[in-house]
Every structure is written in structure tokens, then in C-alpha cells.
């Protein structure tokens, strides 16, 4: 078919180191040697003339031909191509170069050898011809083409109990393997499948841990001393307690001891620290602040502007569902924004130098329990009344004085990364990055990495089957098992950093496997703009009578997880499936910022028969299979800019310029999404170099919404927003609320002025793409 004269075409393009992951079309791709050469000196216009008319190109390239090099050019009868029989018979040139015998005896002997070889080589030629037949892929479709009848037998194989079997044998391995062995692991399973080259790749990071006792908050009133979680300072009390006190802290907090007066300042917005300045003095006090609404680490900067000296941090009750009892657990936080803090910005690989950064803010931050904040208000009244949650707060008019005591210890410490590939056939410099994590100590994510990582297990599985059949992807896919996530993303991190150079140019999309059961009520899919379309296409979510999704509510906000740097360093469009809680989804954003210990029985009792895990498998495994073999990238330009649009929506200050811009931006990406720039619905544009010239413009569209700065915490492609219910450029929403306290708006103009920068690259970058095409076409013509 069509798709296979695109494989014809783009074998001549393979890097010969590649060679050895071709091992199932070796035979066809040589046989088809010459097919090719002569299809390129008759400048066939279309791929499916050449593969009608095959048997004839070949007997006319050989009589044009003929004259100038008889014997190498001289048609076999088997399918082998002219190399393979010259290298076969070695006496095939003397057929021709030497007289013809006059002996009758010797012509007659001479032509029965001929007829006997002949008929020898037909039958080869027939049985060869089938078994390759039989190896080849009968699901292969035309290029620029989706054919969901090789996705669906691929994706058949992946079952909810395989993904049940490796979840618990993953969460068996939590409590007695640390992070070093639980990789080793992990390679074993993907080589013992088929996966090609797996690595384990380490680095050597600081790292943020528990102290070797306890946090504590003493109330001054009482004495009364207690642990993060609210149980307290006693060693009675800590053995009964359901979770290690330990691990309830925040990564790379200040260390020490601060006596001082608790301020509530709500969440911790600009509105709510500029209404307590006006009431209090807050240099070096301690804020008790509540989780979500804004990044943490947005609103420790805040709170650090401000002159506080700590930080109680917790989640209100009434911000999370009715089923989430989580009044008694405190939890873990990172003030890490990414990747190894000793190395920021490079990777930390033997020789680099090392910063001194044993913390990243000079804030006591301590995460506390819903229920130590009730005492410490003393509030002993229940919260609910008549089905109305009563948020936590602390009376202005009443004063708590408390002494907060952070242990933490900073530890260089191993980080380990899985990277396994699969090798593509047409681009195998093209990659498709599926990224999972995996255990990390002295974190609350046992559950979340083997739920994440049975995932990516199933669909390798699936994979691997068939590429054992003979069936093997356009562009290669990197499977990555990230480690130290929860301390930051340290492991794709450096990865990233280690590797940027090559995934700039070469990388073509993530797809993030984080944590994607956390609910079971809906399905919370989050893509890049660009993908988007995709997954409206698709309409086909596969929802279960435990998940009901009614649409496909598809957005573009800041997710947690190991996505952070392909997104905000290197402008990779992205996808990630979820489900979640749809209250969940109703309340604050950012709670996810929190590990609170989790156990496996609660994913059990989520998805018993794991029946989710094999949706987002499969929802998944679809997204890569496409991006990973349609020979035109699946990603619109125009989404893009309609995105844009949407986003100056609205009464906002100083705007004109940037409504003219992305008009501009519109425009240039429609011509450029038109029908004739499109060379997947044109014959006459089926080169591969024009393909190819395609895919590079449309992976690299969203590298130009990458801003130099924006607030901690915030992304810097641009194109995210904080959450569903804000559809602005979040950095100019934040440039706003910042400006309105204060006379001058530099900052205001500053992030006004990044987001004209972003638009007009866009518009410069989809116009000079087009200027090429229309180059090539006036050339051509």
C-alpha cells in the first residue's frame, strides 16, 4: 500500500548505525534497492504509481540503461536485488563478458545449467518472497493516514490484571529495596521484554532529608509539644502513629529554631498579605498558610518579601472531598524548583562544579496536619454544620505564640534513571519520550511510582510483541523511569540537562505516565495546545461505569511531575492522563503539591479490578503510537494560535498590541494548516525531505512561547495556565495583581513585553516556514 512506498522512500535515509534494529526488513529493504534506484530516474510523481507499476519501471530502467553497464544492471529473476545475486553467483559477469562456446555439446550444457539455476532461483524467489510477506506488518497504512487497526492490535494485548500483577510486585519491593535496586529492577523487566539498550543512568545530587528526629511545634501558652501530624512529643504516642513524623517536612527548607507569633495569611495571596500588613507587623513572625489557589513556591517568595521568618503549612479540610479523610496526616513538600540544587542549570556529572545550596529559602517551612492547626486555634467545635464546611481560621483579635523547630539534613545521594529504546525505522532521530518514576526514599509516593511504573510496563509489553512480529515505528520511543522526583524532578531533570543539546533538536513530544490514578470519578486529561485536536479526534475515552466522563475536557494547565522540564526548557508539547477525584478537580488547585502517605490498598480500593490502569494504558499507548508513526506529525499550528486569542480575552490592560499580534499569529498558521502546505494530501509533495521539512516546523512550534522570566513557580511556556478557571497568560494575570498596590508598573510592562516577544517569534517563525515551502514549490516548478 501507500505506507509502504513512504518505507521504501525513507529506507535510503536510515543512519547506518541504526542497521541492527532493522533486523525483520533487511531482506525487503535490500531487494528493494533496485525497485528504487530506477523509480528515481523515471521521477515518478506519486508513491502509488510506483507500486503499480514496479515490474515495468524495472524492465525499462534496464533497457535505458543497458549501453552503459549491461552486466551490473541485468534483471534478476528471483526478488534479490543486483548485489545479493552478483554476490551469489560469481561467474554471473561471464556469463556476458565471454564468447559464446561453438560447441552444440557445451551451448546445450551450458543452457540447461541456465535453465536449472533459473528454475532453482524462481522457487527461492517464490518462498523468500512469501515468508517476507508473511513477516511484514499487514496493518501498515498509506502515510499521512491514521489507521487505528494496527493501534487496536497492539494495544488488545495490555490487560487490567498484567497491570494488577506488576503493581503489587512493584509494591512488595517498596519497604526492602532502595531506589539503586528497585532500577535494577525495572531493567531487568524491559530488557527480559525486548527493549533495546537499557540503561541505568546515575547522578549524584543533594538531596533534602529528614533530620534524625522529628519536627516539632510547642505552643507557649501550654508547653504542649507535638509532632507535624498532630500527635504529640511522645515516644508512646509516635509508635502509634500511622505515619514515620519523619518524612512530614519540607525539602530544603531553612533548618533551625523561631519562637515567634502565628499570623494567619489565609492562602497567601498578594490581596491577602497586603490586607494582614496593613493590621500587623510580620518581620519575622510565623505565617500559617493554607496549601493550593497559587504555586508554593510563588507564595513562599511572597512571604519572604514580606520579612516573615517561618511557615505552617497546611491543607484545609473544607478544600478537599467529603471522601478524604486527611485531618490527621501531615505530608511532604520540595521547594525544589527543579533538578539537582548544586548544579543548577547543568548536569551533576563527575568535574562539575558544586554551589553551596543547603537550602533554597531562608523560611522555616514546616507542613502540618489539619488537625494540629485546629489545636492550635483552639477550635474543639466541629467544622461541618448543616452540610457547610467551616474553613480553619485564627481570630484576628487572639494571639498564638508558638516555637517552631525544622530538622532537616542535606546529603549528596545517588539518583538513578531507567532509559530504554526502541529504535524507529524512518526517523530514528526523532523521539517520542514516555516518562514514569519510581521509588524514591524517604517520600510519600510508594503507591503513585508503582501505579505509574506497572503502566509503562503493560504497554512496553504490547510493544514489544509486535515489534517481534516484524512491525516497528516511524520515530524511536525513549521510555524513561525517572528517579528523585519527589525531591524536585532531580532525575529527568539532569537527564535533561545532560542531554539537551540532542533533545532540542531531536525530541518531538513527552507523554507523562504520573501518577494516573488518584480518583475514579474522572478523567482529567491535560495536552500542550498543539495536541489538543488529537485528543478531541480521538472521542474515544473508553470511560467505565465507575468513571463517567461526558465530554473530553481536555486543558492546558501546570501539572505535577517529571513533565516540568520538557515543557519549560525545551518546549516539548506534552500529554498526560489521569483520573482523579471530580471534587477534587473542583477544589483549589496546586493540593497536589502535597505527598501525603498513601498505601497501595488505597489505588486498590480506588480501581479494584484496575480497569482504570488499563484505560490510561491504552489512552496513552494510542497518543504515542500516533505521534511515534504518522508520517506527519498529529499537532496544529492553528490551535495555537486560537489559544493565544483566548488568552488576551477579556477587559486587560494594555492588550491592543497583542490582540494585532495574534490576529498576525492567526492568520499566518491558517495559510500555513491549509490544504496545499499540508504535502501528506498532495502527491506532488511526498518527498520525504518535504515531510521531513514539515515535521521539523510543526515540533518546534512551541519552543517560542518559552519566556526568560516569570514569578517562582509559574511556567515558562507561557502557553499553561495556573488552572481550568483562568483562561489569561498567567504571568501577565500575575504582573496585574502585583501592579495594583504599587505606583509604578515596570513589572507590568516587563511580563507585557515577554508575551508580544512570544507571539511575534511565533508569527516570524510560521512565516518563515512558509516562505520556505513557497521556495521549494517556484524552484520545483
Not at 492546558?556 to 515543557?567: L, M, N, P, R, W
Not at 511565533?762 to 517556484?778: C, H, I, N, R, T
Amino acid at each position: 500500500g501507500k505506507k509502504m512506498a513512504y518505507h521504501k522512500v525513507s529506507a535510503d535515509q536510515r543512519a547506518p548505525g541504526h542497521s541492527q534494529f532493522l533486523d525483520n526488513d533487511d531482506l525487503q529493504g535490500t531487494a528493494l534497492d533496485l525497485e528504487w534506484d530506477m523509480e528515481k530516474e523515471l521521477e515518478e510523481p506519486g508513491f502509488e504509481q510506483f507500486q503499480m507499476d514496479s515490474t515495468e519501471n524495472q524492465n525499462l530502467g534496464h533497457s535505458e540503461t543497458a549501453d552503459l553497464n549491461l552486466d551490473s544492471i541485468q534483471p534478476a529473476i528471483s526478488p534479490k536485488g543486483r548485489f545479493q545475486r552478483l554476490q551469489e553467483e560469481s561467474d554471473y559477469i561471464a556469463h556476458y563478458a565471454r564468447p559464446a562456446p561453438k560447441s552444440g555439446h557445451c551451448n546445450f550444457c551450458h543452457l540447461l545449467k541456465i535453465l536449472c539455476t533459473t528454475t532453482i532461483l524462481f522457487i527461492l524467489g517464490i518462498v523468500i518472497g512469501y515468508y517476507a510477506r508473511k513477516n511484514c506488518p499487514s496493518s501498515v497504512t498509506p502515510s499521512g493516514t491514521v489507521n487505528p487497526q494496527l493501534y487496536q492490535e497492539i494495544l488488545k494485548t495490555i490487560q487490567a490484571e498484567d497491570i494488577k500483577k506488576s503493581f503489587r510486585h512493584f509494591t512488595q519491593l517498596d519497604e526492602s529495596e532502595d531506589d539503586m535496586e528497585i532500577s535494577k529492577q525495572i531493567k531487568t523487566h524491559w530488557t527480559s521484554l525486548g527493549l533495546e539498550d537499557v540503561q541505568v543512568v546515575n547522578y549524584s545530587a543533594l538531596l533534602s532529608l529528614p533530620g534524625p528526629s522529628p519536627s516539632t511545634v510547642t505552643l507557649n501558652s501550654s508547653g504542649q509539644c507535638f509532632h507535624p501530624n498532630g500527635q504529640p512529643c511522645s515516644q508512646k504516642a509516635r509508635e502509634g502513629s500511622g505515619q514515620n513524623p519523619l518524612y512530614s517536612y519540607a525539602a530544603y527548607s531553612a533548618r533551625g529554631t523561631l519562637k515567634a507569633e502565628v499570623i494567619d495569611v489565609s492562602y497567601g495571596t498578594a490581596d491577602d498579605l497586603k490586607r494582614i500588613k496593613g493590621m500587623k507587623n510580620v518581620t519575622n513572625q510565623i505565617a500559617l498558610l493554607k496549601l493550593g489557589k497559587l504555586p508554593l513556591l510563588y507564595k513562599i517568595s511572597l512571604l519572604e518579601k514580606a520579612g516573615f521568618g517561618g511557615v505552617l503549612l497546611y491543607i484545609d479540610p473544607c478544600d478537599l472531598p467529603k471522601t478524604a479523610n486527611l485531618s490527621h496526616d501531615a505530608f511532604m513538600v520540595s521547594l525544589n524548583p527543579g533538578g539537582d540544587p548544586s548544579t543548577p542549570g547543568y548536569p551533576s556529572v563527575d568535574g562539575s562544579f558544586r554551589q553551596s545550596r543547603w537550602n533554597l529559602t531562608p523560611l522555616l517551612v514546616q507542613p502540618v496536619s489539619a488537625s494540629l492547626v485546629a489545636k492550635l486555634i483552639s477550635s474543639g467545635k466541629a467544622r461541618t454544620q448543616n452540610d457547610v464546611c467551616s474553613p480553619l481560621e485564627l481570630p484576628n483579635n487572639e494571639k498564638r505564640v508558638v516555637s517552631l523547630q525544622v530538622q532537616t539534613v542535606t546529603k549528596f545521594k545517588p539518583v538513578t534513571n531507567v532509559v530504554g529504546y526502541l529504535r524507529g525505522f524512518a526517523s530514528p532521530d526523532r523521539y517520542v519520550i514516555v516518562g514514569s518514576h519510581h521509588h524514591t526514599a524517604h517520600s510519600f509516593n510508594a503507591p503513585a511510582w508503582a501505579s505509574s511504573t506497572a503502566v509503562m510496563l503493560a504497554f512496553i509489553r504490547a510493544l514489544t510483541f509486535r515489534v517481534e512480529r516484524g512491525w516497528r515505528p516511524d520515530r524511536t520511543i525513549v521510555f524513561c523511569s525517572w528517579g528523585g522526583t519527589a525531591f524536585g524532578n532531580i532525575g529527568s531533570y539532569e537527564w535533561g540537562e545532560d542531554f539537551k543539546k540532542v533533545l532540542q533538536k531531536n525530541a518531538v513530544a513527552y507523554i507523562g505516565l504520573h501518577s494516573p490514578v488518584r480518583g475514579n470519578s474522572s478523567l482529567h486529561p491535560v495536552a500542550s495546545p498543539s495536541l489538543q485536536q488529537l485528543l478531541v479526534e480521538k472521542n474515544n475515552f473508553n470511560c467505565t461505569r465507575r468513571a463517567q466522563c461526558p465530554e473530553t475536557n481536555v486543558s492546558s494547565v501546570q501539572i505535577q511531575g517529571d513533565a516540568d522540564y520538557f515543557i519549560n526548557h525545551l518546549g516539548v508539547p506534552t500529554v498526560q492522563f489521569a483520573y482523579e477525584d471530580i471534587k477534587a478537580l473542583e477544589g483549589p488547585s496546586f493540593l497536589s503539591e502535597a505527598l501525603f502517605p498513601r498505601h497501595a490498598t488505597d489505588i486498590e480500593e480506588m480501581d479494584p479490578f484496575f480497569n482504570l490502569h488499563e484505560t490510561i494504558t491504552k489512552l496513552s499507548g494510542e497518543v504515542i503510537l500516533r505521534i511515534a508513526n504518522e508520517p506527519v506529525l498529529p499537532f496544529n499550528a492553528l490551535d495555537i494560535a486560537l489559544e493565544v486569542q483566548n488568552n488576551l480575552k477579556g477587559d486587560q490592560p494594555d492588550a491592543h498590541q497583542l490582540l494585532v499580534l495574534a490576529s498576525r499569529l492567526r492568520e499566518s498558521a491558517e495559510l500555513f494548516q491549509s490544504e496545499e502546505m499540508r504535502p501528506a494530501n498532495d502527491p506532488k509533495e511526498r518527498a520525504p525531505s518535504r515531510v521531513r521539512m514539515l515535521n521539523d516546523v510543526l515540533q518546534d512550534m512551541e519552543k517560542n512561547f518559552l519566556v526568560r522570566q516569570v514569578p517562582p513557580g509559574f511556567y515558562r511556556n507561557i502557553l499553561y495556565h495556573l488552572d481550568e478557571k483562568k483562561s489569561q497568560f498567567s504571568t501577565l494575570v500575575e504582573a496585574w495583581e502585583h501592579c495594583k498596590p504599587l505606583a509604578s508598573n515596570e513589572t507590568l510592562q516587563e511580563a507585557l513585553s515577554e508575551v508580544l516577544n512570544s507571539i511575534n517569534s511565533a508569527q516570524v517563525y510560521f512565516k518563515a516556514g512558509l516562505d520556505v515551502f513557497e521556495s521549494v514549490l517556484v524552484e520545483k516548478n
